[in-house]
């Protein structure tokens, strides 16, 4: 299944000082083309800043206890570590050098994968859903299953369900409105929704890479069963 949207985050133990030595760092992205950006909670000890860069397609939100990249479009542009992905890697490089920063304890990743399929077999899936032996009513708008699992240093969270129109707005599938997910608009088939959580103490590109591999993995061979 195609990987439509990724969000990726580094979480840090709190930089007490993070309002007053954040600005610095992110005042030279202020120069790029068709970059915007809004201020959460200003002046007060969670304020927080999201950069949007619109032609790269990424959002860079940046907080005292965090950073996170969100994405659309085709992975693989993510690979390359100066590509559309250097700002985020930049900063973070940046934020480690602040006085009250100590040690990051976790990254995660959250990857959603869309299969359309046409709508005489979309209904035929409603119809018979997986996973009941009965199903409780007729006719079905939506279904899903989750499954979760957890080790000592790693989390997993696995939602695999119906794709509907629905699903784009509330999923926020397409946030920059690219050419990526334009086809998702008015169709149906299938949704996950992958999410992994790693204990982490020093992330990095090439982590994140396995993350990320893991997660395409994870979408490509785990189908539905009907």
Known sequence: MLIRKLQFNIDYFHILTFREQYKEIISPYFSF??????????????????????????????RKEGISIVFEGDVTELKDQNGVMKPFWDIFERIKDFQGYSKSH?????????ELLEQEKYEEILKTPPYLVLNPFKN???????YESKSQESE??????????????????????TKHNSDLKDGT??????????????????????????????CTEYKLST
């Open 189 to 218: 088939g299938l949704l996950i929704r992958c999410e992994i959580k790693k204990a982490e103490k020093n992330p990095g590109f090439g982590k994140f890479k396995s993350l990320l591999n893991e997660a395409e993995k994870i």
């Open 106 to 114: 976790r990254h995660s990743i959250v990857v959603h994968s869309v």
């Open 33 to 62: 083309e068709n970059l915007s950006y809004e201020i959460e909670n200003e002046n007060t000890i969670h304020e927080r800043i999201r950069l949007v860069f619109n032609n790269e397609k990424i959002a860079l939100f940046i």
């Open 156 to 177: 997993y969270r696995f939602h695999f369900g119906a794709y509907s129109n629905v699903d784009l707005n509330r999923h926020d599938l397409s946030p920059f409105k």
């Open 140 to 146: 079905l708008t939506d279904f899903a299953c989750v």
